[in-house]
């Protein structure tokens, strides 16, 4: 069982919001909580979901098969703990960014060392509405590949953003990943130049296409630079700017 923690002070957190969003009450109205177990347990982002609560996602070692495990916590609307899933092998797996799928599960993408080609794989599954795992698939080669965020397209596919050392141009590259909606990979597209270059955020634009925030070391002003990358909505590059 998790263990939760009330602690009885106005803090800091996503939860001021949800009193703020969630209930239409003063945002003096505020709570925090805690999970976890006896280990290391973290969360590395959290959604507001349809039917009421929050659905926080990371990686916890209090729990599931070894090593770090992908967790999913399920609250209501006030953060008390509903439900908690760690999802894993033998070896080391997180989870990076989480959304709600169309049909109200959820998808995560993140890292794996349990499973895929070799090294850490990007990871990307598919839960139901209570964290229950339905499928999950792998994308990278021999080096280390990493899926840091996801959005939904419109066709109910998945579009991954990260960094590769099994492709591109040295070093790490920025990775993009393109999976149907059943998690097959149809497409992806690395960006870069030879030393290490990260993408960390995806968000879809208004007109059809995507934003990819991260860090370059290989074009930059002196030491690591913050990268933007446009794409257009058939996923090609418009711009690049650091």
């Known amino acids: ?9 106005a803090a800091l957190c996503i939860t001021a919001v949800a009193a703020c969003l969630s209930l239409s009450v003063g945002c003096g109205n505020t709570w925090n909580q805690t999970y976890g177990g006896p280990e290391s347990d973290e969360a590395r982002c959290v959604l507001p979901v349809a039917t009421g609560g929050f659905v926080a996602a990371g990686s916890t070692n209090s729990f599931g098969s070894g090593g770090s495990d992908a967790w999913m916590v399920g609250t209501d609307v006030w953060g008390n703990a509903l439900w908690n899933v ?23 993408a993140g890292r794996t060392s349990s499973s895929g080609a070799g090294g850490e794989d990007a990871w990307l599954v598919k839960t139901d509405s209570g964290g229950n795992e339905q499928w999950s698939a792998t ?9 840091d965020s996801l959005v939904q397209t419109a066709d109910g596919g998945y579009l991954l953003a990260g960094s590769t050392a099994s492709a591109g141009a040295g070093g790490l590259d920025g990775w993009v990943v393109m999976a149907d909606p059943d998690g097959n990979g149809v497409w992806s597209e690395t960006f870069g130049g030879p030393l290490d270059d990260q993408l960390r955020c995806i968000r879809q634009t208004a007109d059809g296409g995507y934003i990819m925030a991260g860090q370059t070391n290989s074009c930059v002003s002196g030491g690591r630079d913050a990268w933007l990358i446009k794409l257009d909505a058939a996923r090609g590059e418009e711009w690049s700017r650091t």
């Open 1 to 9: 069982m998790t263990n939760v923690h009330r602690k009885k002070r």
């Open 86 to 108: 760690a999802i894993g092998g033998e070896a080391d797996d997180h989870a990076r960014s989480i959304e709600q799928t169309n049909e109200g599960g959820f998808i995560l």
């Open 139 to 147: 994308f990278g080669g021999t080096g280390d590949d990493r899926a």
